[in-house]
């Protein structure tokens, strides 16, 4: 059985199903029922994968780790949902990405230490199971633990406040209406009487005109539509690659698979790049696009190296580039949709991203995993990717090029003037 092409394609297929519903479902059950759920799946998921699993098995665990990956989203969307303060949304995220990188490397450590040292045989990947399942355990208890939302972004509003115009003159009423938006960033401490809830169809016209007005900013669009196509072209080789390590190893006499161990290094290394990016004040309104091109052309070039690379050891390597070189630039392009948001738009535009994210996955593991249509290999594979971001960088070239132009018409004609 090809694991490849049987097993992962199920997780993609559902995935788009997946990642709508429980985006829909998120914010009406505020948060924390996800977040219990999210733990429950893992558990089950990993659970599956005891003992000697059958195709069927491994199938019904695809669909539990895509609701275990897809209820994540619950937990980002809690934390901005309970912090009062808008200037705090980019530390607790910074903080919380960080947190997660740190987990990810502590895991591959303790797995490869597992394998190579402690149980070398397959016995070893049993104990790695049993970890996970416990780990998943105690992120349920602490979902059921913390404190939850009172109310929900899309599902409630402020009330209007009952005004006395016998007691109030007209000037006092305009200053409040002015400064009054501008105080519900600061302090956003409302009660059940502040609130009042939303019909269906007020909720659907909500998300529609703040999907309408965040799409129609250029620099919102331009940042997302590169998130949402890179993002699918990293997955999928982060999702695949270790077919082709497993394939390097076999041809490689002298070499030894450390997957977990250049997992590890490759999340430590990515965690220091997004650090060290956060403290870059670029002109990435001016030169998005610019950056955007030549980041993509450079990630293409690597891909397409990485390839026709024969040496398991320089696959790890240029691996390790790959994945630094795109969190550098995934966290410069959230920073920027972030910033051109509205705080209730965050969850509807990242969500809206990974669904097209998804979509496209699905395309991909049905025209290339799959064989439907064409016949890869695992190395043309990963050098169909290379072409894929290469692509990416020639379209923004062109767009930096008109972007330029324009700017080049503007300043001429303010001479001429």
Known sequence: MKIGEEVYPIGTYINVFFVVIVFLVTDYLRYKPIMIINGISGIIYYSLLLGSPTTMKLKIGQVFQVIFRA?????????????????????????????????????????????????????????LIYISIFGMVLTTIWSLIIPPVKFSLYFYKQKEPVINFESIDTKKIIQNKVIEPFRENIDRTYTQNDLKKLKCSEVIRKLWLDFKVSYTDVNL???????????????????????????????????????????????????????????????????GEYLIAIVSMGLGCI???????????????????????????????????????????????????????????????????????????????????????????????????????????????????
């Open 71 to 127: 209820a994540e989203v619950a937990y980002y969307t809690y934390m901005f949902a309970q912090i009062k303060n808008k200037d705090q949304y980019q530390i607790a995220y910074s903080r919380v990405r960080a947190s997660v990188l740190v987990g990810k490397c502590g895991s591959g450590l303790l797995s490869q230490v597992v394998i190579s040292y402690l149980s070398p045989n397959l016995t070893g990947y049993i104990y």
């Open 303 to 417: 891909l397409i190296v990485l390839s026709s690379n024969k040496s398991l050891n320089w696959s790890y390597g240029y691996y390790i580039i790959f994945c630094c070189t795109y969190q550098t630039m995934l966290t410069i392009s959230s920073a920027e949709i972030a910033k051109f948001l509205k705080r209730d738009c965050y969850a509807l535009v990242f969500g809206f991203n990974k669904f097209i994210t998804s979509i496209l996955q699905s395309f991909f593991v049905i025209v290339i995993v799959k064989d439907t249509f064409f016949s890869f290999n695992i190395e043309e594979q990963i050098y169909f990717y290379g072409l894929y971001f290469a692509f990416l960088g020639f379209v923004y070239i062109l767009l930096f090029l008109l972007v330029m132009k324009g700017v080049l018409k503007k300043n001429i004609l303010i001479n001429t003037i």
């Open 221 to 287: 669009l331009k940042w997302s539509v590169w998130l949402s196509l890179s993002l699918c072209g990293y997955i999928m080789i982060g999702q695949y690659i270790q077919i082709l390590w497993q394939k390097l190893e076999k041809q490689d006499i002298n070499a030894h698979l450390m997957n977990a161990a250049v997992d590890s290094l490759t999340t430590i290394l990515s965690a220091v790049a997004t650090y060290s990016t956060g403290r870059i004040n670029g002109s990435w309104d001016k030169y």
